[in-house]
């Protein structure tokens, strides 16, 4: 299984402001995956992160307000803009495990922000 | 559209007892896989087991169990000898293979009592 780090671990912000979100792979992958968790929720993909490219968003979800760096096969950054309360959530970023032929994911800790 | 089901109240369980955690799925691809993570408190999601559509056995790892009935497009995972430490939320999840995308259900909450 693949070793995801994720920082910051938790934070609170300001509304208004914006925080960026790094996610280090242990390993080299081709897509990286950003979720969601509003509090009490269930996961919501928010983009794939392929390295090279511009990612691609899932439905309600846009550029502006979450851009994604992918500049290298073991790194990616998630930057929540402009925040507000509804902001406040877990961001959790996954890989595919290296090798595996059956798809599953392996997540990050995830970030846990706080809008105020 | 892929879509995962889990509507299941929270449910407290007896240390040591067995648990099953029920998760339907609706997709019209007849190639995917089913999947099982475990959220506690912390927050880290842990992958815990995995059916493929075509398996022609129910999936085990270790004390998780998946009871896998493709006809009725359910998934449920056993849980068996409960521990405290399994106290979390778990989460059903499909992925249709060519798609990117990993469904999540709403998840059920599992409380271990001693």
């Known amino acids: 299984s693949a070793v995801i780090s994720q920082k910051p671990s938790r934070d609170i912000c300001q509304r208004g402001t914006s925080l960026t979100i790094q996610c280090q792979v242990d390993?080299?992958?081709?897509?990286m995956f950003w979720y969601r968790q509003q509090p009490g929720q269930s996961l919501t993909l928010i983009a794939t992160?392929?390295?090279?490219?511009?990612?691609?968003?899932e439905s309600g979800f846009v550029i502006d307000k979450f851009p994604i760096s992918r500049p290298n096969l073991t790194f990616s950054t998630l930057t929540v803009s402009n925040m507000s309360p509804e902001d406040s959530s877990i961001y959790l970023c996954?890989?595919?495990?290296?090798?595996?032929?059956?798809?599953?994911?392996?997540f990050g800790e995830g970030s846990r922000l706080t809008v105020l | 559209a892929q879509k995962i089901t889990q509507t299941q109240p929270g449910m407290f369980v007896q240390e040591k007892e067995a648990v099953t955690l029920d998760c339907t799925y609706d997709?019209?691809?007849?190639?995917?896989?089913l999947f099982w993570y475990k959220q506690p408190s912390s927050g880290e999601m842990i992958f815990l087991i995995y059916?493929?559509?075509?398996?022609?056995q129910n999936a085990t790892e270790g004390r998780y169990s998946l009871n896998f009935q493709k006809a009725r497009k359910s998934a449920n995972l056993v849980i068996s000898a409960s521990q405290l430490g399994d106290s979390a939320m778990y989460f059903c999840?499909?992925?249709?293979?060519?798609?990117?995308?990993?469904?999540f259900g709403k998840g059920n909450q599992v409380v271990v009592i001693p």
């Open positions: 999840a499909m992925r249709v293979y060519g798609n990117n995308r990993l469904a």
């Open positions: 992160a392929n390295q090279g490219s511009e990612a691609t968003y």
């Open positions: 390993s080299q992958v081709t897509m």
């Open positions: 997709t019209s691809d007849p190639s995917y896989g």
């Open positions: 059916q493929g559509s075509y398996d022609q």
């Open positions: 996954s890989v595919e495990g290296a090798g595996q032929n059956t798809g599953e994911l392996f």
